[in-house]
């Protein structure tokens, strides 16, 4: 049964690549239009690096994989929060603006919250999943924070940015090779990650929470990473808070649409480590060296998460 993990392989790669292209096209439509980096990481670059995880969810969704949905979208958000933040934070401090602090951070808290109660039904008693009603509410939200966000646009003076200038041939080629790349490698790792967890006898909870969300982070790793590198914190952190908060409000809203999705409450613990991990960021934002997420913060994110993804692991076996 070797076959499958092959097609995983082949379909993180196609996942990849067509958000790269993604990015890059929809990155440069940007700059055109003079929009500043913060607003691109907020926006573009984190729709264009949470596109995988919005295709294998419509997969998911419309196959009726709760668990691998809801295990792809939290453990995205974490992987971006403490490995991806992590690293990008050990390779250069991570410097934000005020709006970041004071706003972006807090707005992804606030989404995380209501994804928790949503998903339990605290307030309404019956089965817990995410109705359409759920869905079309986070829908709304989603839209309120693109309002938000556009708002932005001119209040802000834009940057040097790290986005290459292209021709509109170019542009509109990369977005469109991009999304053909991303529906390809979307359909291989969904059905094959099913058909593994199967072989193995791993929960697709488990898959979901590693494998998938690790698969369909890493355009926002490769992302941030370059960007750290390049010291363009901004970018950095855009594309970590934008993508975690594209994730619950409009992917999971777009899944739940498809069709509604069942929760299963095993997930509380990590959803409460996100909620945990999202509380940190920002009192880190506010200790030490204020509006900076230095590399001991950094190093502290990262290293929670490898002894925690081992410990899931390790109940697995």
């Known amino acids: ?52 995880e919005l295709v294998v969810n419509s997969v998911a969704s419309y196959n009726g994989f709760s668990d691998i949905i809801f ?5 995205s958000n974490n992987f971006n929060l403490f490995i991806i933040l ?28 209501l994804f928790l109660v949503l998903a339990n039904n605290f307030f309404i008693g019956q089965i817990s999943e995410i109705s359409r009603l759920d869905g079309i509410l986070l829908l709304a939200c989603f839209l309120g924070f693109l309002y938000y966000v556009f708002t932005q646009i001119k209040r802000t003076t834009p940057e040097v940015s790290i986005i290459e200038h292209k021709s509109n041939y170019k542009i509109w080629g990369l977005i469109i090779i991009g999304v053909a790349g991303l529906i390809i490698g979307g359909n291989l790792v969904v059905q094959n990650s ?50 975690s908060i594209f994730n619950i409000l409009l992917i999971i809203s777009v899944s739940s649409l498809i069709s509604p999705i069942n929760f299963n409450s095993n997930f509380n613990q990590d959803i409460f480590i996100l909620i945990g991990g999202t509380i940190f960021l920002l009192i880190a934002m506010f200790i030490g060296k204020k509006k900076k997420l230095d590399r001991f913060e950094a190093f502290i994110l990262l290293s929670f998460y490898l002894v925690y993804t081992g410990y899931l692991v390790s109940q697995e076996i």
């Open 194 to 243: 099913i058909t593994i967890a199967t072989e193995l006898g791993v929960s697709q909870k488990i898959i979901g929470l590693t494998i998938i969300a690790a698969g369909t982070s890493l355009p926002e790793l490769v992302t941030s990473v370059m960007a750290a590198i390049k010291k363009n914190s901004d970018i950095a952190i855009g594309n970590v808070v934008g993508s």
């Open 86 to 113: 992590g690293i990008a934070g050990l390779i250069y401090p991570i410097t934000v603006q005020s709006s970041t602090a004071w706003k972006e951070i807090p707005i992804s808290l606030i989404a995380t919250i």
């Open 1 to 52: 049964m070797i076959l499958p993990y092959i097609l995983v392989i082949a379909g993180f790669t196609s996942l990849i690549f067509g958000a790269n292209w993604l990015v890059d096209g929809a990155s440069a439509l940007a700059k055109k239009n003079n929009i500043s980096d913060l607003v691109i990481g907020l926006t573009i670059v984190a729709l264009g690096t949470s596109a995988p």
């Open 71 to 75: 295990g792809n979208i939290i453990g």
